[in-house]
């Protein structure tokens, strides 16, 4: 039923704008009309009700064979699919908190300045919230010659082993993934898979043999490449884990995991954060070039740089790193 209303609720909005022949509506009788029909509440029932159909709408796409850009894109969608209910949305509950002042509603055309703004938002709520969009993000691999299997029992177990692995139960994919390897030994996505969940589940060293296994049957696999020095990383071998990362640029130039990996090597367990900056600024902005959610996490660790050096009294070098890179603190 909340659906539904959402949708009649974007329908009634642009049916008045196109009478209008405007993008706004500024007529209080009009927007109280449109509140009311709405049933919006708060604004914490809107982002959720808005999040929940972006993050089903993630949870649809099908991860098989798609490389990074083609999952960013197609999670892009879903979010752009939601912004216009979204921004409504939030512009009536601001016209319940402040019932005495003018409102107006404004419907953004995709690409403009205010659609970016809400996008974000939305991005931001969805990354901190929704399961299926962190599964999407980190299970993209170029499917090759032995990423899949031709065997069906070797299938069975693997697709076992991902709704296992999209439930957070890691022991119970990895046994999925061993039998599937043990079926079929090229079975280069079944080893990638078994290496994520071995290192979500603390097994570190078992991470990283099913990587380099990984690699021995397809040398340029984008996941195990962009996971490798992750592991090493955690195994406190920060040197090893940077020099991984150059390995993937050697591979992958303009992968922007190449930036946030060795910019979050800095910040978090060196401490050097300009040069944490620098990279974390290329890794936002290639982000922002694919439409890839990992811009929040970027986001995320440009704001905590900035916390750490306003109090090194670098305030200023902090604004002259992010000029140099074409980025604009809002």
Not at 41 to 55: F, G, H, L, P, S
Not at 114 to 135: G, I, N, P, V, W
Not at 172 to 195: E, R
Not at 260 to 283: T, V
């Amino acid at each position: 039923m909340k659906h539904f209303i959402l949708r009649l609720l974007t329908l009634l909005c642009c049916n008045i704008l196109v009478a209008q022949k405007t993008d706004t509506i500024n007529d209080p009788e009009v927007i109280k009309s449109i509140v009311k029909q709405s049933g919006v509440t708060n604004r914490k029932n809107i982002v959720k009700e808005v999040r929940d159909q972006a993050c089903n709408c993630i949870g649809k796409i099908s991860l098989t064979g798609k490389s990074a850009a083609q999952l960013a894109t197609e999670v892009s969608v879903c979010i752009e699919s939601q912004v216009n209910s979204y921004e409504m949305l939030i512009q009536m509950a601001e016209s319940l908190e402040n019932p005495g002042e003018n409102t107006t509603i404004t419907v953004s055309s995709q690409g403009s300045e205010q659609f970016k703004k809400y996008y974000y938002k939305l991005e931001t709520a969805l990354a901190d919230s929704c399961r299926s969009m962190s599964l999407v993000i980190a299970s993209s691999n170029e499917e090759t010659e032995n990423s899949l299997s031709k065997d069906p029992k070797a299938i069975k177990y693997y697709e076992e082993g991902v709704e296992y692995m999209k439930e957070g139960e890691y022991k119970k994919a990895i046994k999925n993934f061993k039998k599937a390897v043990d079926t079929d030994s090229m079975f280069a996505f079944a080893w990638d898979n078994l290496g994520v969940c071995n290192r979500k589940a603390g097994n570190l060293d078992e991470a990283l043999a099913a990587y380099k296994q990984s690699l021995k049957i397809n040398p340029f696999g984008k996941l195990p490449l962009q996971n490798i020095p992750i592991v090493y990383a955690y195994k406190k071998e920060y040197d090893k884990a940077i020099q991984e990362y150059q390995h993937l640029a050697n591979v992958y130039p303009d992968d922007p995991e190449i930036y946030y990996g060795i910019g979050n090597i800095f910040i978090s367990y060196k401490q050097e954060y300009e040069e944490g900056l620098k990279n974390m600024c290329k890794a936002y902005n290639i982000y922002i070039k694919l439409k890839s959610p990992y811009r929040v996490d970027a986001e995320k660790q440009i704001n905590y740089i900035y916390s750490k050096m306003k109090e090194a009294g670098k305030e200023k070098l902090f604004f002259e790193i992010l000029k140099e890179h074409g980025i604009k603190p809002e």
